[in-house]
């Protein structure tokens, strides 16, 4: 089995920072994409940032500037780096990964179960 693991989350001011992890663990043999999604109360489920594998990186526009994503191969890890954190990032952040599991021929999508972000004074 895979599965996805965030850590990170938790409450900051307006103009912090925080920086969210996702390890992926089990059979895998390799990992062609990494994201982060956010779900706002009341909202859909939403782009942040993602990676694929040796290629692009892709940030929603609202967060362009602010926040960067990275991936540690070796750990099958990926971050967040959170700047400048407004009031409207509150949400539940979830990873997201396209993974080959050991024995398979083709990907599948995993998602983790999320990390509440809150932003608030």
């Known amino acids: 089995q895979v599965q996805l693991v965030e850590s990170g989350g938790g409450l900051v001011q307006p103009g912090g920072s925080l920086r969210l992890s996702c390890a992926a663990s089990g059979s895998i043999f390799s990992i062609n994409y990494m994201g982060w999604y956010r779900q706002a109360p009341g909202k859909e489920r939403e782009l942040v940032a993602g990676?694929?594998?040796?290629?692009?990186?892709n940030y929603a526009d609202s967060v362009k500037g602010r926040f960067t994503i990275s991936r540690d191969n070796a750990k099958n890890t990926v971050y967040l780096q959170m700047n400048s954190l407004k009031p409207e990032d509150t949400a539940v952040y979830y990873c997201?990964?396209?993974?080959?599991?050991?024995?398979?021929?083709?990907?599948?999508?995993?998602w983790g179960k999320g990390t509440l972000v809150t932003v608030s004074s």
């Open positions: 997201n990964a396209v993974i080959i599991a050991t024995g398979s021929s083709h990907g599948m999508g995993y």
């Open positions: 990676s694929i594998r040796g290629g692009s990186i």
